[in-house]
């Protein structure tokens, strides 16, 4: 097994792109996990359970107040807009829980898209470098000196094979995170969908009279 030392070294400068690409794309899953499934995450089905039955027993306020404890999250963020009109219009309801999605996700999306692109970089890097290995090497066959030609056909093939390797070694965890990422993202925006839409139809039905046979269905 190559130590990372030597596979860098023996990589050339293509290794130092690869390094760089490397260092990106961890920085970015790093601050995504957090921020995804850390801050903006909560326990959707406790969190909306509680405010159902804070709705049902007419106590917006104290709904409200627990949508304000937990505000780094963001679908406490799109409860809390309703809860806010819930004495208003179901148009005024709908509106301002739709404006609160489309502000909290590009949040929740943000520089997600970075990580397939490092790793698609990190690949095409490593490619480049296996390239220009074999060109080095090819050239050492054909024009090095006979004492110079072994050394320059293994140095051209180390450079080929170590950037292919680099390249991949970066690429395969990023794409991995990649996907946990964007599992966690979608989740936080579908539960986003589906309970403001259940929020939102209580809010009505509070309104209407109708609660009883609304919370039913929810």
């Known amino acids: 097994m190559v130590d990372p030392i030597t596979m860098f070294k023996g990589g050339g400068p293509f290794m130092y792109a690869i390094l760089l690409v490397a260092i990106a794309a961890f920085a970015i899953a790093g601050e995504r996990i957090y921020q995804v499934m850390s801050r903006y995450s909560i326990n959707s089905t406790d969190f909306m359970g509680q405010i159902q039955k804070l709705i049902m027993a007419n106590n917006i306020d104290r709904a409200i107040k627990l949508c304000n404890d937990n505000h780094v999250s963001v679908l406490p963020r799109i409860i809390k807009a309703g809860l806010t009109r819930a004495n208003r219009s179901e148009k005024e309801i709908e509106a301002a829980m739709e404006e609160a999605s489309l502000e909290a996700g590009p949040l929740v999306n943000k520089r997600i898209s970075f990580l397939s692109m490092l790793a698609n970089v990190a690949t095409l890097t490593g490619l480049l470098g296996t390239i220009m290995g074999l060109i080095q090497a090819f050239d050492a066959v054909a024009n090095a000196p006979a004492d110079m030609k072994q050394s320059m056909l293994a140095s051209g093939i180390s450079v080929a094979m170590f950037t292919t390797a680099g390249g991949l070694i970066v690429a395969?965890?990023?794409?991995?995170?990649h996907s946990i990422i964007v599992n966690a993202a979608n989740k936080i925006?579908?539960?986003?969908?589906?309970?403001?839409l259940k929020t939102s139809n209580l809010l009505t039905a509070r309104r209407r009279g109708t609660l009883q046979q609304e919370s039913a269905k929810a």
């Open 172 to 177: 395969i965890p990023t794409l991995i995170l």
């Open 189 to 196: 925006l579908d539960d986003m969908d589906q309970y403001g």
